[in-house]
């Protein structure tokens, strides 16, 4: 899942992690949209989750929003926005931890946009779901939603 809405591109210069004043962040309507996205989840079977995230606020309080469970932070998740060199081997890194989780409940991985279009080629909306099926080297695109 890409974030819920953060109006910009990219990050503030000197932006910190684990300092939400120096980075985009959500807005009230991107916080009121991941509170949707968990309801609709929840409303159809799926009450919990394992839920990850990117390091970045945006991410973290979408991932905390949509109340599956505990949000815990991945740095395979972070953003290499405006590093495209990072790409190939972060996209090998992130399928290879993916293979390694447990696949008994639903998995929900926050992060961000250029992330998601380097596993999935998928260019995704903010706060729009990416299904997909992972194999060792590919991750199949078998869906994508977005609630507003």
Same mark, same amino acid.
């Given at each position: 899942?890409?974030?819920?809405?953060?109006?910009?591109?990219?990050?503030?210069?000197?932006?910190?992690?684990?300092?939400?004043?120096?980075? *985009?962040?959500?807005?009230?309507?991107? *916080?009121?949209?991941?509170?949707?996205?968990?309801?609709?989840?929840?409303?159809?079977?799926?009450?919990?989750?394992?839920?990850?995230?990117?390091?970045?606020?945006?991410?973290?309080?979408?991932?905390?929003?949509?109340?599956?469970?505990?949000?815990?932070?991945?740095?395979?998740?972070?953003?290499?926005?405006?590093?495209?060199?990072?790409?190939?081997?972060?996209? *090998?890194?992130?399928?290879?931890?993916?293979?390694?989780? *447990?696949?008994?409940?639903?998995?929900?991985?926050?992060?961000?946009?250029?992330?998601?279009?380097?596993?999935?080629?998928?260019?995704?909306?903010?706060?729009?779901?990416?299904?997909?099926?992972?194999?060792?080297?590919?991750?199949?695109?078998?869906?994508?939603?977005?609630?507003?």
């Amino acid at each position: 899942m890409r974030h819920a809405t953060a109006p910009g591109t990219g990050d503030p210069p000197g932006f910190r992690l684990g300092d939400c004043s120096t980075q *985009r962040n959500l807005s009230d309507e991107g *916080r009121a949209q991941a509170r949707r996205i968990g309801e609709y989840i929840r409303r159809n079977g799926i009450a919990r989750a394992s839920v990850y995230s990117s390091q970045w606020c945006r991410c973290l309080d979408t991932a905390r929003a949509l109340d599956l469970g505990e949000a815990r932070e991945q740095p395979l998740l972070n953003s290499f926005f405006g590093k495209p060199g990072q790409s190939d081997a972060r996209s *090998r890194e992130t399928l290879a931890w993916i293979g390694t989780l *447990r696949r008994a409940a639903p998995t929900v991985l926050v992060t961000h946009q250029v992330n998601i279009t380097a596993l999935t080629g998928v260019f995704p909306a903010s706060g729009e779901i990416i299904f997909v099926s992972p194999g060792q080297n590919t991750m199949a695109v078998r869906g994508r939603m977005t609630l507003g």
